[in-house]
């Protein structure tokens, strides 16, 4: 996963519940 292309929220969102992480809600993350 890439994780800085957005709009693919729900695909990040997915990988990171997969990893036990909090997900991304409407606020952009800079990482």
């Not at 709009?7 to 409407?26: A, Q, R």
Request: aromatic share 16%; proline share 10%.
């Amino acid at each position: 996963y890439i994780m800085f292309s957005y709009p693919n929220l729900d695909s990040v969102n997915d990988y990171l519940t997969s990893l036990g992480l909090p997900s991304f809600d409407e606020k952009p993350v800079v990482l």
